[in-house]
């Protein structure tokens, strides 16, 4: 906890370092003292990056006050973390680079509405080349007991008689027993690319389905409902049990309806593209060397029992794989009162 509060101190030094350097201040103002001053347009900026249901609670003076409160604590502790000197710490370095990274990406690939600048024509070309993904003909999941017994063959009688017992202890066991159906495609089932799965199917159309298997299969899966199994199915390979796992319905969605969707997709794709060759081109131009052998030697901590991660933290210095644009790569540190004193609720405004 005490670590947690230092750091979140030298989070403030460093934004309090920061805004002695931006730009002044407007508004009136509403407290002020010695190197110290919130105006009116501070104050409401601060109350506006609450939610609408916590900036609900700030209507009167009283409560007003109160949120006041914090943010005065927080410029309070920020110059005093200053004037000991911690804006030059190494973690507040650390985490004002950070922040610096951020403002970075959002000032050069922030979006600006250029999505609906997309020509219709392109976002058509990219809709025909991908009609599978907005059209779609209804898919179902079955599972099955399946016995190989061509037509016309010696066994299909046997085959027969032993699908009709097993659909008889089916009929029998399925109300109470809901695992009764893959007990019997361990037991019977002659399919081994299905048999480790309980007889999946997995999701097919009408046409898959009858190219996988067999029309008269296809037909009956397809008239199945929710939790239903099938009688006895006689396809000219063998016969099967059926039992309907699932469905996805038919997709029909046309290009005017998707076309906004298109425009963002590809949109974002292009910000994606723009940064990944502005960041391989600002690497190359740092002249960047490894040193293999140094970075072998690093000794990695080994993770602590549970598997759940020590502390938190943006990886690769702040900036992600893929940097979301127009939005906040991490959150900023949040004001917070003295370890001796409890915070009042809720808690104060995050700085930015």
Known sequence: MVRRILVIGLCAAALACSQQKGPKKSGAVVAKGNGISITQDEFKARLDEQSPFIRARYSTLDRKKEFLDNLIRFEVLAREAEKQGLGKDPDVQNTLKKIMVQKLVQKNFQDTGAASEIPDPELQTYYDAH?????????????????????????????????????????????????????????????????????????????????????????????????????????????????????????????????????????????????????????????????????????????????????????????????????PMMPAPAPVPPAAAPAPAPAPAQAR
């Open 131 to 327: 009609k599978d993904e907005y059209q779609r003909a209804k898919r179902v999941r079955v599972s099955a007991v399946v016995w190989n017994a061509p037509q016309g063959t010696p066994e299909r009688a046997k085959k027969l008689a032993a699908a009709q017992k097993a659909l008889a202890k089916l009929r029998a066991e399925e109300k109470k027993n809901t695992l009764v159906f893959a007990q019997i495609v361990a037991e019977s089932s002659e399919d081994p690319a299905t048999k480790s799965t309980a007889g999946d199917l997995q999701f097919k159309t009408h046409d898959e389905l009858a190219q996988a298997t067999a029309r008269e299969v296809a037909d009956a899966a397809f008239k199945l409902k929710p939790g239903e199994t099938s009688g006895v199915v006689q396809a000219p390979a063998g016969l099967y049990l059926l039992k309907y796992t699932g469905e996805q319905p038919e997709l029909n969605r046309t290009f005017d309806q998707v076309k906004t969707q298109i425009a963002n997709k590809l949109h974002r794709e292009r910000k994606t593209k723009e940064f990944d060759e502005w960041l391989k081109k600002l690497r190359e131009q740092a002249k960047i060397t490894v040193d293999d052998k140094a970075l072998e030697a690093i000794e990695v901590q080994a993770a602590p029992p549970g598997g759940m991660p020590m502390g938190g933290g943006m990886p690769m210095g702040g900036v992600p794989g893929h940097v979301p644009m127009g939005g």
